[in-house]
């Protein structure tokens, strides 16, 4: 089964998923699919030794972005152009682990790895009816936020991460 994990991944290493194949080219499905992708998570096991392992690694320190309430997780992040960016995603060790675990699988004992992606899009719910008429499961539609460290609260919509 395709999951929005997987999707890119085969977009990217040049295949196309087969409900795409009969209306797409791989160009012309690698096109917008890039342009969608707004970031991509990299979980770790410690948000403070994550952001110093990418440092090292690419010579970029990323800027803590806060806390998710209710998720168990906190993040960092790198900006590489307008709206593309890499978060860097952990356990948020002053929160407790919520019920359904952390998003995207983050947990103390979890080797770092890439997590996930998010792509930017509009009507999630019209977004979420068309992939699953093509057998491809996005979850349920649900809010998110976190309050950076200047105090300003950020809101939105995703689909479940967990899906």
Do not use: C
């Amino acid at each position: 089964m395709l999951t929005r994990r997987s999707a890119l991944t085969l977009i990217v290493a040049g295949g196309v998923p087969a409900f795409w194949r009969t209306s797409m080219t791989a160009a012309q499905a690698l096109k917008p699919a890039a342009d969608a992708v707004d970031h991509l998570l990299l979980g770790t096991r410690d948000l403070d030794a994550g952001i110093e392992w990418v440092a090292k690694k690419f010579g970029v320190k990323a800027a803590v972005g806060g806390s998710h309430p209710g998720r168990g997780s906190r993040n960092a992040l790198i900006a590489f152009r307008q709206r593309r960016y890499l978060e860097i995603i952990a356990p948020d060790p002053a929160q407790p682990v919520p019920a359904g675990g952390r998003w995207f699988g983050v947990d103390p004992r979890a080797p770092a790895r890439l997590a996930g992606w998010a792509a930017k899009g509009s009507d999630l719910p019209r977004l979420v009816a068309a992939a699953a008429q093509r057998g491809v499961p996005l979850g349920a539609v649900m809010p998110g936020e976190r309050t950076r460290p200047d105090g300003v609260e950020l809101r939105w919509t995703l689909t479940n991460p967990d899906a």
